[in-house]
């Protein structure tokens, strides 16, 4: 699936609409444990803020909150898997859904930044919604779990055989694997 292209942008708060929207996709504020948060939007304007910046967390400017809470809160939510129906949602926009394209970059950004510590499962989703800019790396250098299950079945049948194989052919098929894992110095270190 490929989604429409996103085009980068500079950063800005959001509006009462990008929010409201936002707010829908997100978990409810009452009844989780622990302290509840004391502005949710501004939380989602600082992990926008550096999502947008590409800075480090220490950079994020006080008008946005502590940088620990905005950046607690983004791991909460790619952990219960909000993060990943916010992108979803922007995969299946179409032109017509303007709030959606307005808050597309920021969203890729987002996901982006929190792409170290998300399951691998989260990690496929991202790459198979075709999103590129939420992807830590080129979409090669990801698992490909495809090619790994096609590959083991192709083993498993010449390992039936393994006497009338020709030479280099389980290497060949080593190498295949290795491919299909991914390369994860380019994605896991960025």
């Not at 936002?22 to 949710?40: C, N």
């Amino acid at each position: 699936m490929t989604s429409l292209p996103i085009d980068p942008h500079p950063f800005r708060p959001l509006t009462d609409e990008e929010y409201s929207l936002l707010a829908r996709s997100l978990p409810p504020e009452k009844g989780v444990r622990g302290r509840p948060p004391q502005d949710r939007r501004r939380t989602l304007d600082a992990i926008f803020w550096v999502a947008c910046s590409r800075g480090p967390w220490k950079a994020l400017p006080r008008d946005y909150g502590r940088a620990d809470t905005a950046s607690r809160a983004l791991r909460r939510w790619a952990a219960s898997g909000h993060l990943d129906l916010l992108l979803t949602h922007v995969a299946n926009r179409t032109r017509a859904d303007a709030l959606w394209q307005a808050l597309a970059w920021r969203i890729a950004r987002a996901w982006r930044r929190v792409s170290r510590v998300v399951r691998l499962s989260q990690l496929l989703l991202a790459k198979r919604l075709g999103v590129l800019e939420a992807l830590p790396a080129h979409p090669r250098f990801l698992p490909d779990p495809d090619l790994s299950k096609a590959i083991q079945s192709q083993v498993v049948e010449a390992l039936k055989t393994a006497w009338d194989q020709p030479p280099g052919v389980f290497s060949g098929f080593a190498r295949l694997i290795s491919i299909a894992g991914g390369r994860m110095r380019y994605w896991r270190l960025r």
